[in-house]
T-cell receptor
Framework: DQQVKQNSPSLSVQEGRISILNCDYTNSMFDYFLWYKKYPAEGPTFLISISSIKDKNEDGRFTVFLNKSAKHLSLHIVPSQPGDSAVYFCAADNTDKLIFGTGTRLQVFP | DAGITQSPRHKVTETGTPVTLRCHQTENHRYMYWYRQDPGHGLRLIHYSYGVKDTDKGEVSDGYSVSRSKTEDFLLTLESATSSQTSVYFC?????????????FGQGTRLTVV
């Protein structure tokens, strides 16, 4: 049973526009969420996180929103750049370990 | 970058042979993890360790064993490799588990079982 879901396997966005990546989770006990970015042939790298006591966290072009009642989080990238093209994973903290979604491949085109 | 080294980076092995992957860290972090990445499945936890000689299973642990005799090293062993274990394997480390902190990943090991 997938506890963290990313229902869009891919997303294509024009450079300069907003990218919105979505993630849903099923376990209401999750209280800390993270986004990782992964380039081909590299390990995932941490991007941004949010605690359940907040509904928004911002870091430069990246903002994560958390809607606890809907068990939904989203990552906004504004403006999108070609270097943002990668696979993005959301993850939930599950007592000393991270549970990951299946990933969304973002392509930013000129 | 966090000091994590995975070895080997690439390996091709035959079905039925034992394989050991190594993760070495220089950060003195308590927690270490092994994940596998497969298309359509994202990253799935195989085993993790919360201290020397302290390990626990993840969601896809069947066919794998681990050992951690030193803080810096976490070994993943496939006792008898099968084609379904063809995957990219990632090691990760975390200072305090994942409580309000992130995990850092290694570069990955691409394993092909033929």
């Amino acid at each position: 049973d997938q506890q963290v879901k990313q229902n869009s396997p891919s997303l294509s966005v024009q450079e300069g526009r907003i990218s919105i990546l979505n993630c849903d989770y099923t376990n209401s006990m999750f209280d800390y969420f993270l986004w990782y970015k992964k380039y081909p042939a590299e390990g995932p790298t941490f991007l941004i996180s949010i605690s359940s006591i907040k509904d928004k966290n911002e870091d430069g072009r990246f903002t994560v929103f958390l809607n606890k009642s809907a068990k939904h989080l989203s990552l906004h990238i504004v403006p999108s750049q070609p270097g943002d093209s990668a696979v993005y994973f959301c993850a939930a903290d599950n007592t000393d370990k991270l549970i990951f979604g299946t990933g969304t491949r973002l392509q930013v085109f000129p | 970058d966090a000091g994590i080294t995975q070895s080997p980076r690439h390996k091709v092995t035959e079905t039925g042979t034992p394989v050991t992957l190594r993760c070495h860290q220089t950060e003195n972090h308590r927690y270490m993890y092994w994940y596998r990445q497969d298309p359509g499945h994202g990253l799935r936890l195989i085993h993790y360790s919360y201290g020397v000689k302290d390990t626990d299973k993840g969601e896809v642990s069947d066919g794998y064993s681990v050992s951690r005799s030193k803080t810096e090293d976490f070994l993943l062993t496939l006792e008898s490799a099968t084609s379904s274990q063809t995957s990219v394997y990632f090691c990760a480390i975390s200072e305090t588990g994942t409580v309000n902190t992130e995990a850092f990943f290694g570069q990955g090991t691409r394993l092909t079982v033929v």
